[in-house]
């Protein structure tokens, strides 16, 4: 990049960005894009996905890595014992 400003439109041309909002719709726009990503999704994950954001801002990148990687596998095993608990039932 050459360092020159560029304006919103071009930056999405350029897909730096995804969605150019006014001032006055960004929090409803950011209220329903926040409810469409996280509908459906377990509150285990969203508090997980959380809490990688705030660790990529205050931990070291080995140290967020880490963290990233123990809440993974944290997930997959309880989801991995709701599935084996799902196909017990349904025998």
Same mark, same amino acid.
Do not use: H
């Given at each position: 990049?050459?360092?020159?400003?560029?304006?919103?439109?071009?930056?999405q041309e350029?897909? #730096?960005?995804?969605?150019?909002?006014? +001032?006055?719709?960004?929090?409803? %726009?950011?209220?329903?894009? *926040?409810?469409k990503?996280? =509908?459906?999704?377990?509150?285990?994950?969203?508090?997980?996905?959380?809490?990688?954001?705030?660790?990529?801002?205050? #931990?070291?990148?080995e140290?967020?890595m +880490?963290?990233?990687?123990?809440? %993974?596998?944290?997930?997959? *095993?309880?989801?991995?014992? =709701?599935?084996?608990?799902?196909?017990?039932?349904?025998?």
């Amino acid at each position: 990049m050459s360092g020159d400003m560029i304006n919103a439109e071009d930056a999405q041309e350029m897909n #730096l960005v995804d969605f150019i909002v006014s +001032k006055q719709k960004v929090f409803d %726009f950011s209220f329903n894009l *926040l409810q469409k990503l996280t =509908r459906d999704r377990p509150l285990p994950v969203i508090n997980a996905v959380m809490k990688a954001l705030k660790n990529a801002r205050s #931990l070291s990148i080995e140290e967020a890595m +880490k963290e990233e990687t123990r809440m %993974f596998c944290e997930l997959a *095993l309880a989801e991995a014992g =709701r599935r084996n608990s799902t196909r017990e039932t349904k025998k």
